[in-house]
């Protein structure tokens, strides 16, 4: 593909913030396909003789684009596309957003709706293979929180990031993912608590007992009820920690 002469087709900027506008002109092209994840961009003076702007504004523009994890800068000063991956692209929002006792009840009303949908759809879409899969990590489940509240903690991702997988939805994955990401560092305060895991263990039970039946409304309760029960672990992991009321 040539990029420059992508660049040199587009129109003159209007009357705005031009490296703001330049960095919005680039997720256009992002956004429409014209770049795509690991492609090379430019360098700093095509871009700016192409976008008829200077090369200190194209800078700033590209650094604002690389806070934001859209490109990156490689060995040689030239900048990439980066994999446009949901970790890469959640993770400023992640730095942004902090979990404390003041939006912990809303963390976890968002995820209830969002992990509620996803649970939703599995229990149209699950298939015998999948749910023999959940199955195994449920007993695997069990095993592990007994023993090993570590591996228990990388399990009830795997289990998580499967149900989002079930559901079909790539946005509604992607943004589940990155809530699930959230405040995580209290739930790891919290699992270890006596009872904590057991608990989990037992709601996974209770979640993939509830997709067996293919209700979607059922299924939907069993997350609400396990989701519920982490909020308040989490809450009282942050008590635990010291977190300013």
């Known amino acids: 593909m040539n990029t420059i002469k992508v660049f040199e087709d587009l129109e003159p900027f209007s009357r705005k913030p031009v490296s703001e506008r330049v960095a919005n002109r680039l997720l256009e092209l992002i956004r429409t396909g014209n770049l795509k994840a690991g492609d090379k961009l430019p360098t700093e003076n095509e871009l700016a003789a192409a976008m008829q702007v200077s090369r200190p504004v194209v800078r700033e523009a590209l650094r604002g684009l690389s806070i934001l994890g859209i490109v990156e800068s490689r060995q040689g000063g030239r900048c990439y596309v980066t994999d446009l991956s949901p970790s890469r692209l959640v993770a400023p929002i992640q730095m942004v957003i902090a979990i404390d006792e003041s939006n912990v009840d809303a963390l976890y009303e968002a995820r ?14 699950v298939t015998d293979i999948q749910l023999a899969r959940l199955k195994e990590m449920v007993k695997a489940g069990y095993e592990l929180a007994a023993i090993d509240g570590t591996g228990f903690r990388v399990l009830d991702l795997e289990f998580h990031q499967l149900l989002m997988e079930i559901s079909g939805n790539p946005f509604l994955e992607r943004i589940a993912r990155s809530l699930y990401d959230l405040g995580i560092e209290y739930r790891r305060v919290a699992s270890e608590t006596p009872g904590v895991i057991a608990r989990s263990a037992a709601e996974h039970d209770a979640i993939v007992k509830a997709l067996e039946t293919r209700d979607p409304d059922r299924a939907a309760e069993a997350m609400r009820t396990h989701l519920m029960s982490i909020a308040r672990t989490t809450y009282d992991a942050m008590k635990t920690l010291g977190q300013p009321k």
């Not at 209830?112 to 879409?125: C, F, P």
């Open 112 to 125: 209830i709706s969002v992990e509620g949908e996803i649970l939703k759809l599995a229990a149209e879409r």
